[in-house]
């Protein structure tokens, strides 16, 4: 089984309505973080966890929010989903107090399509 | 915005050459990692270099880091078809608890 795992994996959908992604990892990782990929843009971090208790938001968090349901589990809600949120979102986890360098490991992402 | 800029944007190679890509960063950093993405798919982990390293080796990966340059660079030697992806760099900022910052990557296509 795969270990960051993300639900689901497409999902088209028109404007106005809401949308959550979820994501679930089995590595048992502290920290958790929401991107979403754009042609030509790369990666851009929406929301990030680095504990149950904690929420940060990154570089593109307007129009997102997410959940921290517990150590293993971190979903991302779209509340009113518009065009320009279609995009491939990839949810990641990562261990600092095991490398104290913050590898990163990745879901197989979620493709987001926005009518 | 983003800290990394990789270059070239796109590399297209023959199977067996060497394949260089290059990422400058504009703030001190803890570590720089390098990250592979086939097309569709979620990144996959390659090489981590702390910013105390200058050269780092993983079978046919070799990363160089440049501290005075902000610059890093990673080698793929004797390429293969399956190398073909897209590679991003990535860092960790010197401040301590923060996330990862990418760079928009640099797409390499290798031709048998």
């Known amino acids: 089984d795969a270990d960051v795992t993300q639900t689901p994996r497409n999902r088209i959908t028109k404007t106005g309505k809401r949308i959550m992604l979820e994501c679930s990892q089995t590595?048992?990782?502290?920290?958790m973080y929401w991107y979403r990929q754009d042609p030509g843009l790369g990666l851009r971090l929406i929301y990030y966890?680095?504990?149950?208790?904690?929420?940060n938001k990154g570089e593109i968090s307007d129009g997102y929010s997410v959940s921290r349901q517990a150590q293993a589990k971190f979903s991302l809600s779209l509340e009113s989903a518009i065009p320009n949120q279609t995009a491939l979102y990839f949810c990641?986890?990562?261990?600092?107090?095991?490398?104290?360098?913050?590898?990163?490991?990745f879901g197989p992402g979620t493709r987001l399509t926005v009518l | 915005s983003q800290q990394g800029e990789e270059d070239p944007q796109a590399l297209s190679i023959q199977e067996g050459e060497n394949a260089t890509m290059n990422c400058s960063y504009k703030?001190?950093?803890?570590?720089l990692q390098w990250y592979r993405q086939n097309s569709g798919r979620g990144l996959v982990h390659l090489i981590l270099?702390?910013?105390?390293?200058r050269e780092k080796h993983s079978g046919r990966l070799r990363v160089t880091l440049d501290t005075s340059k902000k610059s890093s660079s990673l080698l793929i030697t004797a390429s293969r078809a399956a190398d073909t992806a897209s590679y991003f760099c990535?860092?960790?900022?010197?401040?301590?608890?923060?996330?990862?910052?990418f760079g928009k990557g640099t797409r390499l296509s290798v031709i048998a």
């Open positions: 270099i702390r910013s105390n390293e």
């Open positions: 590595k048992g990782h502290d920290r």
């Open positions: 966890s680095f504990d149950v208790k904690d929420i």
């Open positions: 990641a986890t990562s261990d600092l107090r095991a490398s104290g360098m913050n590898e990163q490991f």
């Open positions: 703030t001190s950093i803890n570590n």
């Open positions: 990535a860092t960790v900022l010197n401040s301590g608890n923060t996330p990862l910052v």
